[in-house]
């Protein structure tokens, strides 16, 4: 069971952004023990810098599409901090090499409520 900490339940996302990305031939050719200690020593580290203002979900897909393997979610508290995680991405692997980049999708959760000054619409 995943426990939510006080830390995760005030972080308050000004954006989403959904990175659609497919594993490269590279990437699946490394052992699983090999992709997870690049994971630890290069990714990781990243996560850590930035971890103030983005958050990152990880969703695998390869189950049910073939265009992305996995999307990465962020939620950022502002885009600057969200343009500041991508340029220390774009300085490794895992940028373009071990996974592509297909798409970025940026999105506001409810802004159509919010602009309206009306309640979210959830069930």
């Given at each position: 069971?995943?426990?939510?900490?006080?830390?995760?339940?005030?972080?308050?996302?000004?954006?989403?952004?959904?990175?659609?990305?497919?594993?490269?031939?590279?990437?699946?050719?490394?052992?699983?023990?090999?992709?997870?200690?690049?994971?630890?020593?290069?990714?990781?580290?990243?996560?850590?810098?930035h971890?103030?203002?983005?958050?990152?979900?990880?969703?695998?897909?390869?189950?049910?599409?073939?265009?992305?393997?996995?999307?990465?979610?962020?939620?950022?508290?502002?885009?600057?901090?969200?343009?500041?995680?991508?340029?220390?991405?774009?300085?490794?692997?895992?940028?373009?090499?071990?996974?592509?980049?297909v798409?970025?999708?940026?999105?506001?959760?409810?802004?159509?409520?919010?602009?309206?000054?009306?309640a979210?619409?959830?069930?």
């Open positions: 069971m995943m426990t939510i900490s006080a830390d995760d339940m005030m972080f308050d996302p000004a954006l989403t952004i959904f990175m659609l990305v497919k594993t490269s031939p590279e990437w699946l050719g490394f052992s699983v023990d090999r992709r997870f200690a690049l994971l630890r020593e290069q990714f990781t580290p990243i996560l850590e810098k971890a103030a203002n983005v958050r990152l979900r990880f969703f695998d897909v390869e189950f049910y599409a073939t265009r992305v393997t996995d999307i990465w979610m962020w939620d950022a508290r502002s885009h600057h901090g969200y343009e500041l995680l991508v340029e220390d991405l774009r300085e490794t692997a895992f940028w373009d090499r071990y996974f592509h980049i798409e970025i999708l940026t999105g506001v959760e409810n802004a159509y409520a919010r602009n309206y000054d009306r979210v619409i959830t069930v």
